[in-house]
């Protein structure tokens, strides 16, 4: 018996520990964001009947690109849409991106922005419009960037790239959805209450997450009002603030 047709939208697939692949659908057509594996997506795809259109991928690493290859083997006409910076490293991308390019995917526009600071070369892709015609509300795909409660670590970037990437996302509308490439929000929330423990917002959150957990479910994606609201690296006010919780972020042992 095969599986309920899906509706238009955007699901979320998780892999690995805590990898979350985000699927854009559009009719018969989907976009897969980051797939760091290929067999869950093309076994998703398949089941539902799906053709993969594209790729969008954030950045190089592993966990982000790792199963583009064989998604192509299946659907070899699809694009891999990647940032032009990293041809080297993504080197089976077809549409060459840079900041401030706006493409058209399954009729919808998409804006690309530069968030390097996780990498030198990390992108994110904002739907604007949203993802269909009947669903406005702005989207966002930010991979390693932005977390639910944390951002990504400075493997290849400083804290003032990446408070000026997190700036450029803050530019975004309160009602944005946050697709973040991870589900780290509650050991996010875990560290941030135990840092400012008199902070109701972030103990609400963190209360709403941990019972989410607990049944299996996922955080994401959020919103950038609740990042705002509650994501301590969102709120820093310089780079130096920034640096400071990146450090007792990474040094935490809670």
């Given at each position: 018996?095969?599986?309920?047709?899906?509706?238009?939208?955007?699901?979320?697939?998780?892999?690995?520990?805590?990898?979350?692949?985000?699927?854009?659908?559009?009719?018969?057509?989907?976009?897969?964001?980051?797939?760091?594996?290929?067999?869950?997506?093309?076994?998703?795809?398949?089941?539902?009947?799906?053709?993969?259109?594209?790729?969008?991928?954030?950045?190089?690493?592993?966990?982000?690109?790792?199963?583009?290859?064989?998604?192509?083997?299946?659907?070899?006409?699809?694009?891999?849409?990647?940032?032009?910076?990293?041809?080297?490293?993504?080197?089976?991308?077809?549409?060459?991106?840079?900041?401030?390019?706006?493409?058209?995917?399954?009729?919808?526009?998409?804006?690309?922005?530069?968030?390097?600071?996780?990498?030198?070369?990390?992108?994110?892709?904002?739907?604007?419009?949203?993802?269909?015609?009947?669903?406005?509300?702005?989207?966002?795909?930010?991979?390693?960037?932005?977390?639910?409660?944390?951002?990504?670590?400075?493997?290849?970037?400083?804290?003032?790239?990446?408070?000026?990437?997190?700036?450029?996302?803050?530019?975004?509308?309160?009602?944005?959805?946050?697709?973040?490439?991870h589900e780290y929000t509650e050991a996010n929330l875990r560290w941030a209450h135990?840092?400012?423990?008199?902070?109701?917002?972030?103990?609400?959150?963190?209360?709403?997450?941990?019972?989410?957990?607990?049944?299996?479910?996922?955080s994401l994606p959020s919103t950038m009002g609740e990042e705002r609201r509650t994501?301590?690296?969102?709120?820093?006010?310089?780079?130096?603030?920034?640096?400071?919780?990146?450090?007792?972020?990474?040094?935490?042992?809670?």
């Open positions: 018996m095969g599986h309920p047709c899906q509706s238009d939208g955007i699901e979320p697939l998780p892999v690995l520990q805590d990898n979350v692949i985000w699927i854009w659908i559009r009719g018969r057509e989907a976009v897969v964001v980051d797939p760091a594996v290929a067999g869950p997506v093309q076994d998703w795809l398949v089941e539902r009947k799906l053709e993969l259109t594209a790729v969008l991928q954030t950045h190089h690493h592993a966990d982000h690109i790792g199963g583009t290859p064989d998604l192509l083997r299946q659907w070899p006409s699809a694009a891999v849409i990647a940032s032009a910076a990293d041809r080297e490293r993504i080197p089976f991308q077809t549409v060459s991106v840079q900041p401030g390019m706006q493409l058209e995917l399954l009729g919808q526009s998409v804006t690309v922005i530069d968030v390097h600071a996780h990498t030198r070369a990390h992108l994110a892709y904002v739907l604007p419009q949203g993802c269909a015609p009947d669903q406005p509300t702005p989207v966002l795909f930010c991979g390693d960037t932005l977390f639910g409660a944390g951002c990504g670590r400075l493997f290849e970037g400083s804290p003032e790239d990446m408070h000026l990437a997190l700036k450029r996302l803050e530019g975004l509308p309160d009602d944005t959805i946050v697709h973040c490439a135990a840092l400012r423990p008199d902070d109701q917002a972030i103990a609400k959150r963190l209360s709403s997450v941990s019972a989410l957990r607990r049944h299996g479910e996922l994501n301590l690296f969102v709120r820093a006010r310089s780079a130096q603030e920034l640096r400071d919780l990146r450090l007792h972020k990474d040094s935490w042992r809670g």
